[in-house]
């Protein structure tokens, strides 16, 4: 793979010097929070005109939005049947085809001429942990038929021969899907945002909001701002001001690992290009810097620190590609997801002029350009595709309550997912014994000649007799079947004349002759 993930300028790396907003400023789209979702925002609305300022508490890309693998392929966090139970099948094709529409817009901006050394590489593939043939047949003629979106399905065969561990089933390819560097894209965004003339303050926390009226005010440590509207793209950590926004979102840290360069046997045990993630969302990698597997797998509601989690990392590559035995994990990262109670994003004007982009759980990246874009447009252009975001509203995430049954319920889930996974390896290797021995037994049979008897060739089997009449009421008395298998007794002299005639080469003689 030719980007190098660990690889940040100086910029990413903040030795530029971050600018603070330390004077009052008015605007026409104030974004809070700069992150994936918010310098999306920024640089639709600078593109298409307007005045936009960026306040960022920490630096650019902090959080889960610098410290992401940067898989970009189409859905969301809700799984597609649930999104169409849920709204119906015509509301769910459409959110479908925004989330594609996103996507696109990653891959144009995640260009060599805009963003150097970006490359992307194309090709997504989800695995099962369990043997799901029918379902994922059917899986795939409604992402092919009903939601115009290109895959492939592989079989177990296919699977393997990419990925060399009995622990993947079938899978879904995507090759329209593709992967970048995580860290890379998130500064390029905030660089593109800046040539388009969108104005971005780190290190500029919000003290407080006040969205009444026309001209909307936010007041910073050193300056107060003026802005027609409000973006609220801060995730779980929008702060004091906005803690009842903050608390519609669970907290879930994902961590992940980059490990020492394996050099070619990891080509050999792993021989697909691009990312793959399987089907319980419990493992995501890839292969990076060309011989580095970087693994995201550790999920937790509390916050640690990421080097605590290489062991986890270390454990379960080993888990999944036992053949690559125990690797180095020389880098660690992690950041928090905001994930609602519902699965799908907050997208949408809460009141006139103040709006939300955040709960974009694990599907990031083409979510938060999709919100991007329909925000900016919804703001400048009227565009209203954001009702359909309706059905999905603000609700309360429990809180401490929450965090911990969202643990209980992610350890319920990794649990189930290797329990399912073990049943169907045991189903797997006990068919492959069931054939093996079955295939020994014929072997037997072949070489000890008691396969199934055939008749002698020419010899005609003998007419069955007529059943005897019943000695009384006229009914007949079925006479008990002859044992299978049993020898057709032959007269001596046909015996002796069948051998002859096979000696002889000539035909079977008739009887009596």
């Given at each position: 793979?030719s980007e190098?993930?660990?690889s940040?300028?100086?910029e990413?790396a903040?030795?530029?010097?971050?600018v603070?907003?330390?004077?009052d400023?008015d605007v026409?789209?104030?974004?809070i929070g700069?992150?994936l979702?918010?310098?999306?925002?920024?640089?639709?609305?600078a593109r298409?005109g307007?005045?936009?300022?960026?306040?960022?508490g920490?630096?650019?890309?902090w959080n889960a939005?610098g410290?992401?693998?940067?898989?970009?392929?189409?859905?969301?966090?809700l799984?597609?049947?649930d999104?169409?139970e849920?709204?119906?099948?015509e509301?769910?094709r459409?959110l479908?085809?925004?989330s594609?529409?996103g996507?696109?817009?990653v891959?144009?901006?995640a260009t060599e001429?805009?963003?150097?050394?970006?490359?992307?590489?194309?090709?997504?593939l989800e695995?099962?942990n369990?043997?799901?043939?029918?379902?994922?047949?059917s899986?795939?003629?409604?992402?092919?038929?009903?939601?115009?979106?290109e895959?492939?399905?592989?079989?177990?065969?296919?699977?393997?021969?990419v990925?060399?561990?009995?622990?993947?089933?079938?899978g879904v390819y995507y090759?329209?899907a593709?992967?970048?560097?995580?860290?890379k894209y998130?500064?390029?965004l905030?660089?593109l945002?800046r040539r388009?003339?969108a104005?971005?303050?780190?290190?500029?926390p919000?003290?407080s909001i006040?969205?009444?009226g026309i001209?909307?005010?936010?007041v910073?440590?050193?300056?107060?701002l003026r802005?027609s509207?409000?973006v609220?793209?801060?995730?779980?950590?929008?702060?004091?001001p906005l803690?009842r926004?903050?608390e519609?979102l669970?907290p879930?840290?994902?961590?992940?690992g980059?490990?020492?360069p394996?050099g070619e046997?990891?080509?050999e045990?792993?021989?697909?290009?691009g990312?793959v993630m399987?089907?319980?969302?419990?493992?995501?990698?890839?292969?990076?810097?060309g011989d580095?597997?970087?693994?995201e797998?550790p999920e937790?509601t509390?916050s640690?620190r990421?080097?605590?989690?290489?062991?986890?990392v270390?454990r379960?590559?080993r888990?999944?590609f036992?053949?690559?035995g125990?690797?180095?994990?020389?880098?660690?990262?992690?950041?928090a997801?905001?994930q609602t109670v519902?699965?799908?994003?907050?997208i949408?004007q809460?009141?006139?002029?103040l709006?939300?982009?955040?709960?974009f759980g694990?599907q990031?990246?083409?979510?938060?350009?999709?919100?991007?874009?329909?925000?900016a447009?919804s703001?400048?252009?009227?565009?209203e595709?954001?009702?359909?975001?309706s059905?999905?509203e603000?609700?309360?995430?429990?809180?401490?309550t929450g965090?911990?049954?969202?643990?209980l319920?992610?350890?319920?889930?990794?649990?189930s997912?290797?329990?399912?996974?073990?049943?169907?390896r045991?189903r797997e290797?006990?068919?492959?014994?069931?054939r093996?021995r079955?295939a020994?037994?014929?072997?037997?049979?072949r070489?000890a000649?008691?396969?199934?008897?055939r008749?002698l060739?020419?010899?005609?089997p003998?007419?069955a007799a007529p059943p005897k009449?019943a000695a009384?009421?006229g009914?007949?008395r079925?006479?008990p079947?002859?044992?299978p298998?049993?020898?057709?007794?032959?007269p001596?002299?046909d015996?002796?004349s069948?051998?002859?005639?096979?000696?002889?080469?000539r035909g079977?003689?008739?009887h009596g002759?």
């Amino acid at each position: 793979m030719s980007e190098t993930f660990t690889s940040v300028s100086q910029e990413e790396a903040g030795l530029r010097d971050r600018v603070r907003l330390s004077f009052d400023l008015d605007v026409d789209i104030c974004v809070i929070g700069a992150g994936l979702a918010g310098l999306s925002i920024a640089l639709e609305a600078a593109r298409l005109g307007a005045s936009v300022a960026v306040l960022e508490g920490r630096h650019i890309g902090w959080n889960a939005s610098g410290n992401q693998l940067g898989t970009v392929m189409p859905g969301f966090a809700l799984p597609l049947t649930d999104l169409i139970e849920r709204i119906g099948f015509e509301d769910a094709r459409e959110l479908w085809t925004l989330s594609k529409e996103g996507a696109e817009l990653v891959r144009a901006n995640a260009t060599e001429a805009n963003m150097p050394g970006i490359a992307p590489d194309n090709g997504v593939l989800e695995v099962s942990n369990v043997d799901a043939g029918d379902r994922l047949i059917s899986r795939l003629q409604m992402l092919n038929e009903d939601f115009d979106t290109e895959v492939e399905g592989w079989q177990v065969d296919r699977v393997r021969e990419v990925l060399r561990t009995d622990r993947y089933f079938h899978g879904v390819y995507y090759p329209r899907a593709f992967q970048v560097d995580g860290r890379k894209y998130v500064h390029g965004l905030a660089a593109l945002a800046r040539r388009a003339g969108a104005r971005i303050f780190e290190d500029t926390p919000v003290v407080s909001i006040d969205h009444s009226g026309i001209r909307k005010r936010i007041v910073t440590p050193s300056a107060r701002l003026r802005a027609s509207h409000i973006v609220l793209a801060g995730n779980i950590h929008l702060g004091a001001p906005l803690r009842r926004l903050s608390e519609t979102l669970l907290p879930v840290w994902r961590y992940a690992g980059i490990t020492a360069p394996l050099g070619e046997r990891v080509h050999e045990i792993i021989a697909f290009k691009g990312s793959v993630m399987d089907s319980d969302g419990v493992d995501h990698f890839r292969i990076v810097d060309g011989d580095r597997l970087m693994w995201e797998s550790p999920e937790t509601t509390w916050s640690a620190r990421p080097q605590r989690f290489a062991g986890s990392v270390r454990r379960r590559i080993r888990t999944i590609f036992p053949d690559l035995g125990n690797v180095e994990v020389t880098e660690t990262f992690g950041g928090a997801t905001g994930q609602t109670v519902h699965g799908m994003p907050q997208i949408g004007q809460l009141r006139k002029g103040l709006w939300v982009a955040s709960g974009f759980g694990r599907q990031g990246m083409n979510t938060s350009a999709m919100a991007g874009q329909m925000i900016a447009r919804s703001i400048l252009w009227g565009d209203e595709r954001w009702k359909l975001f309706s059905p999905f509203e603000l609700v309360w995430a429990g809180g401490a309550t929450g965090r911990v049954a969202g643990q209980l319920v992610g350890i319920w889930g990794r649990a189930s997912s290797a329990a399912a996974g073990s049943l169907a390896r045991y189903r797997e290797r006990a068919k492959v014994k069931d054939r093996q021995r079955e295939a020994r037994l014929a072997e037997a049979n072949r070489a000890a000649g008691t396969g199934p008897r055939r008749p002698l060739a020419g010899v005609r089997p003998r007419p069955a007799a007529p059943p005897k009449p019943a000695a009384q009421g006229g009914q007949h008395r079925a006479e008990p079947a002859p044992p299978p298998n049993k020898l057709i007794e032959i007269p001596p002299d046909d015996v002796t004349s069948v051998v002859k005639a096979r000696i002889s080469g000539r035909g079977l003689p008739a009887h009596g002759e």
